[in-house]
């Protein structure tokens, strides 16, 4: 048996609480990309056509058919959901994922339905019926009492209906990920944590809400990396929102070359347009009867991209469903949950990056932001300046399919 750990907290425990979650985040999304049959991260290289197909998901307590990776950790009815996730692995090309709740261990297996599988299941669907009210199949659970639960399991045996992701044979991720841990580990045998970090530029000092500005060897290449998060007020509550600007450069290249400025007053206008934009997500009507939004994670490349992107959403619990005499409420409270439940693709923040910056480097520094100019190098000041500039001549905008992350 071939077994490749995609990802296991107990390689990261002495890393920092961030610093963990961001190569978890690495990690988990590059195989929801590959899932997506997305050609960004992780291009698809064999059975396209499965790509973006909903997940089929075997635990204790039955099946769980989702709609992407992240459902299976955002959706209540997902056997990992609530989960802390400890260990991700491919064997033999089988996707096994293992969580933690409440002290307790959750295991699952994935696999994805094909092109036929998805009619089976909305046969099996209809087989079911149960009128007036239809039932989405997806972001379903189907334990042994459910009356789908036979054709289910006879789905999950069946390679035509459901197949193996076969994740580790063709990632074009993982395996440069695993040498470059590896060579760095035997480079540095004193320290078992193999992320290096240093100072990029004078932001690395700002304390406005939660900021941290780093930079990460990733092998051949080095990742500069802004995270910035603060709450935000919406009409629909407080939501926490989390920006992550990132660029990269080769190792042979100098620092500078991955500089980017950055204002936090224009920080604090994107996170605002990011929680507006994922709450205005659900029409006005709908929302007494979504799942509140709690957290906003939003990215932007600012060497490539002039608009943000959010690119996931975390709700807190769903009301409860209106009594069944109450037909209007019932129709959106199920509205409301197809919404949220169905895959979160990028979702471009209307705000122009370069015109905020544009906005703020032309405006008298506040008094807190004074020195951080003073300590720029004279090279890293100068590409500062020559992208602003740039950004007010031209005003062009990346479109979403043509950028990279």
């Given at each position: ?11 990261h ?26 050609n960004?991260r ?47 692995r491919d ?20 696999r ?53 992701p ?44 939660d900021?941290?500005d ?51 007053r ?16 659900i ?7 979504a ?28 009301p ?9 409420g019932?129709?959106?409270?199920e509205?409301?949950?197809r ?35 003073s ?8 590409m ?22």
């Amino acid at each position: 048996m071939t077994e490749t750990t995609i990802w296991d907290i107990e390689e990261h425990r002495k890393e920092p609480p961030g610093i963990r979650n961001l190569d978890f985040r690495e990690s988990f999304d590059h195989l929801a990309d590959y899932l997506d049959g997305y050609n960004i991260r992780e291009p698809r290289t064999f059975d396209p056509e499965n790509g973006g197909n909903p997940l089929m998901v075997r635990s204790g307590d039955g099946f769980y058919v989702g709609g992407s990776l992240n459902m299976l950790r955002d959706d209540p009815d997902s056997p990992l959901f609530g989960c802390e996730i400890q260990n991700i692995r491919d064997e033999d090309g089988h996707l096994f994922i293992t969580g933690n709740r409440d002290g307790g261990t959750v295991g699952v297996e994935v696999r994805q339905l094909t092109k036929a599988g998805e009619p089976r299941l909305d046969d099996l669907t209809e087989a079911t019926y149960r009128p007036p009210y239809w039932v989405d199949p997806v972001n379903q659970a189907f334990t042994p009492a459910h009356p789908m639960y036979d054709g289910v399991l006879a789905m999950w045996d069946d390679p035509t209906m459901a197949v193996t992701p076969e994740y580790a044979a063709h990632s074009t991720y993982l395996p440069k990920a695993r040498a470059s841990i590896e060579r760095r580990m035997t480079e540095r045998p004193d320290r078992t944590f193999p992320t290096v970090t240093r100072p990029s530029s004078p932001i690395s000092t700002l304390t406005v809400h939660d900021t941290k500005d780093y930079e990460k060897d990733l092998g051949d290449t080095w990742q500069r990396v802004v995270e910035y998060t603060r709450p935000v007020s919406t009409s629909y509550g407080e939501v926490t929102v989390q920006l992550r600007l990132s660029s990269f450069r080769l190792s042979d290249e100098e620092p500078e070359r991955a500089f980017f400025p950055v204002d936090t007053r224009a920080m604090d206008e994107l996170a605002q347009a990011a929680a507006e934009t994922a709450v205005n997500r659900i029409p006005e009507n709908l929302r007494p009867y979504a799942a509140p939004v709690q957290q906003v994670n939003a990215y932007l490349d600012p060497t490539t991209e002039s608009h943000a992107a959010v690119t996931d959403i975390r709700c807190g619990e769903r009301p409860e469903r209106p009594h069944l005499t109450d037909l209007k409420g019932r129709i959106a409270w199920e509205q409301a949950r197809r919404l949220q439940s169905h895959p979160l693709e990028r979702i471009e923040v209307p705000v122009d990056w370069n015109t905020l910056m544009e906005r703020y480097t032309s405006q008298p520094s506040k008094p807190e932001d004074k020195g951080r100019d003073s300590n720029l190098s004279g090279e890293a000041r100068s590409m500062r300046d020559s992208s602003a500039a740039l950004a007010s001549i031209h005003g062009t905008e990346t479109p979403v399919h043509e950028t990279t992350r």
